[in-house]
């Protein structure tokens, strides 16, 4: 098959959600023999130089990169709230130089499956249609409305009402483009009821983020028992908010616990404000790190505080492959079937967060075995390479 996979950020370097998705099924794709072009946006915010894509993922995919300013800023979000019917974050991603390019390589070659990386790249579906008759794939990686519903209950003021009528529009935007598509892959089954709540009547085939675990190598050796780390974007405002509470219910509890316990956080992008609340006692913060799984390896306890967002956490599983025990809450574990006190840890109040790190924290066994059944888990569960297959099964069947 030839698949056209149309994504709104370049999925290289794979260091947050989306792109290890977008990018680990690509190469599933072409391990399966498939062949694979990448139409994405190159955003100011997000932008790669060409050149420093590797030569192994040159040879893999056909790429094709425009660039697309996609620029934010209060200005432009003041001027959106009182100009436009459109959420901001949607507005940003329509260019017309990106729908000639997307025009052009669809009049240039035939397509059998065109598989848009999310819910922003639907105001396309109507070029793609015309120029092909490729089964149109809408690849929903969350349930974009909720995360910004999830927001409001987090803000207060005027952020509160900001948040609030940009939930509406996103969630109006969803329902203008739900059956567009011919298809919808969700990224979890919960996501799927959901969509189908709203309307959808296409068919539907759940497609979580898978991994390779043959390319996560746990190293007991390495790790530093007792410790504590956050692995994340921290530019992602779900990130932030889930640390600084963290910081404001759970860390002084826990340190009275264990005083000498060191929490290390390690994430690209955190602005310079958020940089000095974590400015505290026994946190570390180091930045983005070169190599993720080996800062994993040299790390025990793994925290994911989790209070808004929507769709699938991938460093959770990320983690949960890597043989660590992880304490999140259960929107951190969405989409992801774990059970709790098995596998992983689910804690929803401060008290529970706290006890359940402290736990893992003086147990040491126990935080073995957590991180052991993770692993099963993940390898029985997660195989991207089984995920892809069944994937392409019903693109099949639906063409």
């Not at 040159?58 to 300013?69: Q, S």
């Not at 990224?187 to 979580?208: L, W, Y």
């Not at 949960?320 to 304490?327: D, F, R, W």
Request: charge should be negative; aromatic fraction near 10%.
């Amino acid at each position: 098959m030839k698949i056209l996979q149309i994504t709104s950020k370049v999925p290289y370097p794979p260091i947050d959600g989306k792109a290890i998705a977008t990018l680990n099924l690509s190469k599933s794709f072409r391990e399966l023999g498939h062949e694979v072009t990448i139409l994405a946006m190159n955003t100011q915010e997000h932008y790669l130089n060409p050149e420093d894509l590797p030569e192994e993922l040159k040879m893999l995919f056909k790429w094709h990169l425009v660039d697309v300013p996609a620029k934010t800023s209060v200005s432009g979000a003041l001027w959106n709230l009182f100009a436009s019917k459109l959420p901001y974050n949607a507005e940003s991603l329509i260019s017309l130089n990106f729908r000639d390019k997307l025009i052009d390589l669809l009049q240039k070659e035939d397509f059998d499956v065109v598989q848009l990386e999310g819910l922003y790249l639907c105001p396309y579906i109507s070029d793609i249609r015309l120029f092909t008759k490729a089964l149109i794939a809408l690849r929903a990686h969350n349930i974009e409305h909720e995360i910004w519903k999830r927001k409001m209950k987090q803000a207060t003021g005027l952020r509160k009402r900001y948040v609030s009528i940009i939930s509406h529009r996103i969630k109006q935007f969803e329902h203008d483009y739900i059956n567009q598509y011919d298809v919808l892959i969700p990224i979890t089954s919960r996501d799927g009821k959901i969509f189908n709540k709203m309307g959808n009547h296409r068919p539907v085939h759940v497609a979580q983020t898978g991994i390779n675990p043959g390319v996560f190598f746990p190293d007991h050796t390495k790790e530093k028992f007792p410790s504590l780390f956050f692995l994340g974007a921290l530019d992602w405002p779900p990130n932030q908010e889930g640390l600084e509470w963290f910081f404001e219910h759970c860390w002084n509890p826990i340190l009275e616990k264990c005083p000498e316990t060191e929490l290390v956080v390690a994430g690209r992008n955190a602005p310079s404000g958020f940089i000095k609340k974590l400015k505290l006692p026994n946190v570390n913060f180091l930045g983005e790190v070169e190599d993720a799984y080996e800062f994993m390896n040299a790390h025990a306890v793994m925290i994911a505080p989790v209070l808004t967002g929507s769709g699938m956490r991938v460093k959770v599983v990320e983690g949960m492959a890597m043989e660590k025990s992880i304490v999140t809450t259960t929107i951190g574990t969405e989409g992801i079937p774990t059970t709790s006190g098995e596998n992983i840890i689910l804690a929803n109040t401060p008290e529970d967060f706290s006890e359940g790190v402290i736990r893992l924290l003086t147990d040491q066994q126990y935080h073995r075995q957590i991180g052991e059944n993770a692993r099963k888990f993940i390898e029985e569960k997660f195989d991207n390479q089984v995920i892809a297959t069944n994937l392409i099964d019903f693109y099949k069947r639906n063409l």
